[in-house]
């Protein structure tokens, strides 16, 4: 059963985004008060990282929940989840670039080249850009097909991000290995719906292009 749209709208939206918000909000409530720890540069980058982690993996469980319980509404929230992924991982991006690396390209460029942890996590970072950018009603309807091309690169945030905590992580895996299996449920349940899309986009390609062929041999 669907609750009202007027609840969801003014209800349970609210109460989603304060959720998300809320480990934001206690980092910076932290910082006012020098409540960060020992660290603060790298109790920011942690918690921005894994929050922004978290919540991509709760992204990508919206589509197998509702299908699994047949609860459609959930689906008006994976657009603000994703958004709050990528606000995340931004700042986690971002705390390192200035705080850490001093906003100097050349130390940001050597880092990049040097830590392969570090690789995969700028590389996701702007895998996630562009799926950003396209995430209103307007892109999904001016991109068509192709919009749901591009936002399966979320799966290959998704792996980056875990890959890059995985290696990020030098003790304790538990944490990082529990969000891999996470992920790999969820690619597990996903993978019978994305291998028929992929069916599917490659039989609408060859249509294409077989109709561009005959237009252009047309007299």
């Not at 700028?122 to 999904?140: D, E, I, Y």
């Not at 990020?168 to 028929?196: H, M």
Request: hydrophobic share 55%; charged share 20%.
């Amino acid at each position: 059963m669907n609750p009202p749209v007027p609840v969801l709208r003014f209800v349970a939206k609210p109460v989603v985004f304060v959720a998300c918000l809320l480990p934001f909000a206690l980092l910076f409530h932290g910082a006012l008060i020098g409540d960060l720890g020992a660290n603060p540069v790298e109790r920011v980058t942690d918690v921005t990282g894994e929050w922004g982690l978290r919540l991509l993996l709760l992204t990508l469980a919206v589509t197998p929940l509702r299908r699994l319980t047949g609860w459609t509404w959930l689906q008006r929230f994976r657009r603000m989840l994703g958004l709050f992924v990528f606000f995340y991982i931004s700042l986690h991006f971002l705390t390192w670039a200035w705080l850490d690396q001093e906003l100097s390209l050349a130390r940001i460029f050597e880092d990049i080249a040097k830590r392969p942890y570090v690789t995969v996590g700028f590389t996701a970072w702007l895998l996630l850009v562009p799926l950003a950018l396209t995430s209103t009603r307007g892109m999904m309807r001016r991109l068509g097909r192709r919009w749901q091309r591009l936002h399966r690169l979320v799966y290959v945030v998704a792996a980056l991000g875990v890959l890059h905590y995985l290696w990020l992580v030098k003790a304790d895996l538990l944490e990082p290995l529990v969000y891999a299996l996470l992920l790999a449920v969820l690619l597990v349940s996903r993978w019978p719906s994305l291998f028929s899309r992929f069916r599917s986009d490659r039989r609408a390609d060859k249509a294409s292009a077989r109709d561009s062929a005959a237009t252009t041999s047309s007299p």
